[in-house]
């Protein structure tokens, strides 16, 4: 489960920067006119306010779906589509002749919008996940890790590289996500730190089976070697 968690954290830090990062590359007008001749920015900040306003929309989807469809389900939908929509955001915007900005916002909304209801949804099932002791120690070390893709995140999604290599490259981490996120335990309904602990107690009585049976096995062994010895 920890492991689960930590490249759940990673892969969501990875592609929530990198939405972000992406989206600005795109909506960024190349401008020479700097001083000294040094390339300048011209940021279409109107399609990017226009999509960031998504993350609104994720926020409000997460409210009102977390309780019905549940934490890992919907985990797993937001990054599988978050990663599509950025992929498609990508290889949209590398044919300049054709890419139109609307369909550019609608794709840069829809992606924001999936990446933060999935980063959001992550946060809930959390502290859901982790038992009360070790609460605030695991979900530091997950959110560390979570640092970590952010680092690495600007390095991949930069101007130099191609549009086609930042989409696939993010579609990449969504499924590695999805798969992580898919093997994390279903907090729904459930009291924090319940799953853990439940997970612990049937694995301490399947422990207690076991050596329950290896002791009457053992029993079982030692009357048959005195009953040989007697005869």
Known sequence: TSLSLWAVYFGYSFGYYGTILAVTQVFDV????GEGGNDGYNFNYSAILKSSAGE??????VVFLA?????V??????????GLSVFAFCLFASFEKTSSDTVLILLAFLARSLEMGSSCVTMVSTPE????????TGHSIASAIGRVGGFLCPFVVEKSTPLTTIGTTMLCIHIITVLSASQLPETKGMAMGSVLEEQGQRSSNFTNEESIIRNAEEEKFHQEIVTLRLD
């Open 73 to 82: 389900p919907l985990q797993m939908f937001c990054y599988a589509a978050g």
């Open 129 to 136: 996940l982790l038992p009360t002791e070790l609460r605030t």
């Open 30 to 33: 190349d401008d020479n006119s």
């Open 56 to 61: 609104l929309v994720g926020t409000t989807m």
């Open 67 to 71: 309780d019905r469809v549940g934490r």
